[in-house]
């Protein structure tokens, strides 16, 4: 059972309101049966269930029946013309049950009923009185139900006059303000005299649920009937003025552009009389003009010119002219020929590096060897693509800058940490709205030259999500065979990038992709050392401050201790950032001073250095007092440099259990075993016990807890200071080692040995043990350091051992290297088949970086101390 009653028109409605004020259903037949008079007050009557609508008291309503059970009910309902209408809980079951169904309906007199092409029959009913279900008889074939009459008559008071009133004021509003509301339903509603009539009509006429409708039927009082549909008009009434305000607000703009089209026509008339061409086509005329004096590749300028006469055609009001100008505008500002003339004198390159940047030679002679390499091939070669990885703060930006300036060639930079759109590198196709390029053409068009030196920055922070890998579509930028022809979604034409000397930076390698690590030439930026700093500091940083804060007249100057200080005792990192902070701390400091009159230390000293910046943030390795027996020195490799790392060990007795401590990862645990099976190997030859280690605990520590420390390099380290504490002698104060140990005692190379090194020689260290195989690597330590420091080279345990302890072990024939019987040496044979194809050579077992490295071999992490 359902009702068209929304759908109604507003002639519909009025005729179906004049029904319900007479007294018949109109040419439909005559009233029911039974006199209202004479109803009883229960009765039992057919019900038709409603999905859809609700029938008052008094109303008229057309009914859609297509249901069997419907059907059968109204053919029951024949005799007497009236029949029980009640609205259905469940609005989706086709065949409701009785707990389905609501428990207060309407009893109502039967219209004609009228057969309707699509198999449907229409019905009219008019509700006469509202109804309680009190017991439900049957539910098949029909629904057949007992019903109790409601009376719901009330005297008339004066707050049921005001109520009325109310209601009847909110009523005019809404029927004003709904187009669907016939103008003679207020008249009707005006017309009724009793409370709840009124009720009924207006929540029969206004547009509600059937939730809010049997909500109005099931209240009983006429009073409180009229305070919830009052309630309901209010909210309606809100709904209709703010569609109206929306209304109003959408036919001012039409009729705003239609006045603007219309005065826009009237322009152009009066121009077209005068002889005079409009402003869109004095536009094309200077695009084409443009396009005329233009460089570009024969692709481009016929797309230009393609849409150039599209331009032209179109009309001046179509949203498309704005957008196809910004195309072609795009496609002139890019520079397609323009380009800078390269300075390819090599001397004024170095001498511009050597001026800017201390150190970095790798660096200064790769760049050295490309301007040799263009200017003895004329500028016919593949620009590299140069990665820069190191710390933060080593001067990987800044020397890409100053490789622009060596070079003559404009400087573009773009950051492309964070960026996870693909969309940021090749731009958005032109159907969407706001469409533009990527930033490598922005880029471009604002430098306005095709070879410029482009860094891109950060390329290892890139991520990647559901708007795709912007690393990916870096592949076609960074690769000489694809990016002469790059293309760009919004420009759609190919465009050259392989004039562009790139060079990305990054901090990591391990985040970038394989497959664009591949197409990059790698670059590593050291840490700077402590001597590095200090050179940097006076040739670069304090002029630099000193001119900054205004004091260059007063002639401050920092003493080598005071640098020393700070970069030791109030900075901890691989770069100079924090170092130039500091400075530039101290010389405010003075520039107060001396804007205040006072006096001022024209030369800072380590000394003054507590008054200006406070008491030290950071301290460095140092050696102890005296010799110690089951400690070592070993060395720490970490972004910020080196630095000295003792290594303890304390035996208790116990159950042969093994303790480590200080927050080692897997490897350096790994070491640790290794360094105690090799002690437990050679226990006779110690002239220790062998039962001896299943009686004590050994407990291995290394300081600062609080740092994670991982690598293979502390292996000699350890085994060093266990068996120091297992024979009782001590390990010499000023010896520090680093390398790692297999179960054999032989002794494998290491890697950052460099920074190990300077450690060890600022901590006063005067002897340093390093693997033979590292030899090769001390080309980079200076050469003062190498004459400071007795470099012991060493091979196996025993080596080092003789070099690290302070006594003779108790089996000094053993321990010292003395002349033993030799051993026969083993008879080698001949590889055979793919081992001899192979090799039998093993290569060096380095470390391997992790991808954050709390710690390379016995190292720290970095931008972490305790």
Excluded at 178 to 184: D, F, H, R, V
Excluded at 384 to 399: A, E, N, Q, R
Excluded at 427 to 437: D, E, K, Q, S
Aim: proline residues 6%.
């Amino acid at each position: 059972m359902a009702t068209n009653q929304e759908y109604l028109t507003p002639d519909m409605r009025n005729w179906l309101m004049a029904a319900s004020f007479g007294d018949g259903l109109p040419g439909l037949g005559p009233r029911s049966n039974i006199p209202a008079s004479e109803l009883p007050e229960v009765f039992e009557l057919p019900v038709l269930p409603l999905r859809d609508t609700v029938v008052f008291p008094r109303m008229v309503a057309p009914l859609t029946i297509g249901r069997d059970r419907s059907l059968r009910a109204m053919e029951a309902a024949t005799a007497v013309n009236t029949v029980l209408t009640v609205a259905q809980r469940n609005t989706d079951a086709l065949e409701p049950k009785p707990s389905d169904m609501y428990t207060v309906g309407t009893v109502a007199d039967m219209g004609r009923a009228l057969r309707m092409p699509d198999g449907m029959t229409s019905l009219l009913v008019r509700g006469r009185a509202r109804v309680h279900i009190v017991e439900w008889l049957q539910a098949t074939p029909f629904m057949v139900a007992r019903a109790k009459l409601i009376d719901d008559r009330n005297a008339h008071t004066p707050a049921i006059e005001a109520l009325m009133r109310a209601v009847l004021a909110l009523f005019e509003k809404v029927v004003r303000l709904n187009e669907n509301l016939p103008e003679q339903a207020y008249i009707y509603a005006l017309n009724v005299s009793e409370p709840g009539w009124l009720a009924d009509l207006i929540a029969y006429t206004i547009p509600l649920d059937v939730e809010q409708r049997q909500l109005i039927l099931e209240t009983i009082e006429p009073i409180n009937r009229l305070q919830k549909l009052g309630v309901l008009l209010a909210k309606e009434l809100d709904v209709l003025e703010l569609e109206d305000r929306i209304a109003l607000q959408v036919q001012n703009e039409v009729d705003k552009s239609q006045r603007e089209m219309f005065l826009r026509e009237q322009i152009k008339a009066i121009q077209t009389e005068l002889g005079e061409s409009d402003t869109g086509a004095q536009d094309v005329l200077a695009l084409r003009e443009r396009l005329s004096q233009k460089k570009m590749p024969e692709a481009a300028r016929a797309k230009a010119q393609h849409e150039i006469d599209r331009l032209a055609k179109m009309d001046g009001m179509s949203p498309e002219v704005t957008m196809t100008r910004t195309y072609i505008e795009w496609l002139l500002d890019l520079p397609w020929s323009e380009q800078t003339e390269d300075n390819l004198d090599v001397k004024h390159a170095e001498r511009v590096l050597n001026e800017r940047h201390y150190g970095l030679n790798k660096v200064k002679e790769r760049v050295l060897e490309y301007i040799s390499v263009r200017k003895l091939t004329s500028g016919q070669m593949h620009s590299p693509i140069i990665c820069f990885v190191g710390p933060p703060g080593t001067g990987k930006t800044s020397l890409a800058h100053s490789i622009a300036h060596s070079l003559g060639r404009k400087f573009a930079r773009i950051s492309v940490g964070g960026v996870h759109d693909e969309a940021e590198i090749r731009g958005h196709r032109r159907t969407y709205i706001g469409a533009l390029p990527g930033r490598i053409l922005q880029t471009m068009r604002r430098v306005g030259s095709i070879n410029p030196l482009f860094v891109l920055d950060e390329i290892d922070k890139m991520g990647e999500d559901f708007r795709g890998d912007p690393a990916a579509a870096l592949l076609e930028v960074l690769d000489p065979e694809q990016n002469r022809e790059f293309e760009d979604h919004y420009l759609d034409v190919p465009y050259d990038l392989s004039k562009v000397l790139w060079i990305t930076t990054a901090n990591w390698l391990d985040p970038v992709p394989p497959a664009l690590r591949d197409r990059m030439e790698i670059i590593e930026f050291p840490s700077y050392l402590e001597e590095e700093k200090l050179k940097i500091s006076k040739q670069f940083l304090v002029p630099r401050q000193v001119t900054e804060n205004g004091l260059r007249e007063a002639k401050l100057s920092f003493t080598d201790e005071a640098i020393k200080r700070i970069i030791r005792e109030y900075t901890y990192e691989a770069g100079v950032r924090n170092l130039e902070r500091e400075i530039g701390t101290i010389c405010r400091k003075i520039a107060r001073r001396l804007a205040e009159n006072q006096r001022y230390a024209r030369r800072i000293t380590a000394g003054q250095l507590h008054k200006y910046l406070g008491p030290p943030r950071f301290d460095f390795g140092m050696l102890d007092a005296q010799d110690q027996i089951g400690v070592a020195n070993g060395v720490a490799w970490t972004e910020a440099g080196g630095d000295l790392m003792p290594i303890e060990v304390t035996l208790m007795e116990g159950k042969g259990v093994l303790t480590l401590t200080g927050q080692l990862g897997d490897v350096m645990q790994e070491s640790a075993q290794a360094a105690l099976s090799y002690a437990r190997s050679i226990a006779r030859r110690l002239g220790i016990k062998a039962n001896r280690f299943e009686k004590i605990d050994i407990h291995i520590h290394v300081a600062e807890g609080a740092v994670p420390k991982d690598g293979p390099s502390a292996g000699i380290t350890i085994a060093t200071a266990l068996i120091s504490a297992l024979t009782k002698v001590p390990v010499r104060r000023d010896v520090a080692m680093t390398g790692e140990i297999t179960l054999r005692g032989r002794v494998l190379p290491i890697g950052g040995l460099k920074e190990k090194i300077m450690a060890a020689h600022r901590a006063g260290v005067r002897t340093f043990i390093l693997p033979t195989k590292n030899i090769k690597d001390l080309a980079e330590i200076p050469k003062k350091v190498q004459r400071d420091l007795k470099l012991a080279t060493v091979t196996n345990m025993e080596e080092v051992l003789g070099a690290a302890l302070a006594a003779p072990l108790p089996d000094e024939s053993h321990t010292n290297g003395a002349h033993t019987t030799p051993r026969p040496k083993p008879r080698q044979r001949k590889p055979r088949g793919n081992a001899a194809r192979r090799g039998t050579q093993r290569s060096a077992p380095y470390p391997i970086l992790q991808r954050r490295p709390a710690m390379q071999a016995n190292c720290k992490p970095t931008g972490v101390r305790p």
